[in-house]
């Protein structure tokens, strides 16, 4: 504007106003074609900038729409599982609750059950008293103590182990007529009422007490241990789960400690893979080893009505420190079709004393896939410094 004020001023005092005149008029049409021409242009740029900018943005918020949608079917199906598992649990509690009830229930029974066996017991020692009396007539029912010869000693022991075998071998008949008949066998003729009565109680207390007669030095709660680092791999093929509302908590398995525990009920053993393992015992206490026993489930106790997993052929080796190998006392053959408890002889000298025992399993009754022990016992004379 300065040179045009400059100008319009020369041009003035040099008498052009006419030119002065033009030249406005020139540079206002010029500026006026350049607003005129150029605005609609930048309108229009920014007009298209400003759609694109909103399509962009439609693009945006169609892509949001459409992961709402799938996070809120997603919601949609997991609150249909937890309605469901939900509905699953009230079943469940419903069915636990049923159970205590039921386990309640047996449980008032079982008491029961118990206080009609003792009152069974106590009726069945006074008829064994009774019919003693009837039937023995030469028994001295007075209860005084009768002078015998000086073997009465070893007569009562003698007569005492004839008893425990009669009853071993006819379990099923009437414990007075077992008695009744050995006492004539024995042609016993000086004894009272007393004698008799110690002598079944001992005969009985010890039968019941573990089956054998003898102690059972590998016994667990008797100090006897397994050494874990000398023990087949237990089988984990089928095996129990606890459970709550569903839930495993956790899976119950057998270790090698059962075989020393005295418990037998179908299941409670320890299982080991295939038909060949061992097992290592560190004894109570120092023994001269005579005897050993295994016992298996009895065949009318086993759901399946075979007992194929028992133990087969088996060895038996005696040390004295967990590192060594051991010497063989001897090679046995459980029978299935035998008695449950199975009692076997040492052949060699009982002279050596040992702390640790292990049982060798070298084969099974048929099972291709385990082995069960129900339980190992070892017997012999505890060996005093």
Known sequence: MENLMVRGRTNAEGGGMVEFGQEIERRGNYISNIFIYSSPQIEIRMLKEEGQKQKITHEMLE????????????????????????????????????????????SEQFSHRLDTQETQNLRLKKELSDWLLQHVPWLDSSGQDVVMQPELQMALETLEKNIMDKLDKDREKDVGSTVGETLQEEEVRALTIKDVKQIVHRALSVFRADGTGMADYALESSGACVINSRCSES????????????IPLFYNTNSPRTVIQPELYPGKCWAFRGSEGFL??????????????????????????????????????????????????????????????????IPVSANEVYWLVELRILSNWGNPEYTCIYRFRVHGQPWTS
Request: charged content about 20%.
């Open 235 to 246: 089988y984990h093929g089928q095996i129990a789960c606890f459970s709550i509302f569903g």
């Open 63 to 106: 892509m949001d729409l459409k992961a709402l949608r799938v996070r809120l079917g997603f919601v949609h199906s997991e609150h249909k599982v937890m309605v469901k598992e939900l509905s699953g649990i009230h079943h469940q509690l419903s069915d636990l609750r049923s159970d205590v009830s039921l386990l309640h229930s047996s």
């Open 280 to 345: 290592t015992i560190s004894l109570s206490s120092p023994v001269k080893i005579t005897h050993v026993t295994l016992e298996h489930l009895p065949r009318v106790l086993s759901p399946t009505g075979h007992i194929n997993s028992a133990p087969k052929d088996f060895a038996v080796y005696g040390m004295t420190d967990e590192n060594e190998g051991g010497k063989l006392l001897g090679r046995f053959t459980y029978d299935q079709e035998g008695e449950p408890i199975q009692t076997f002889k």
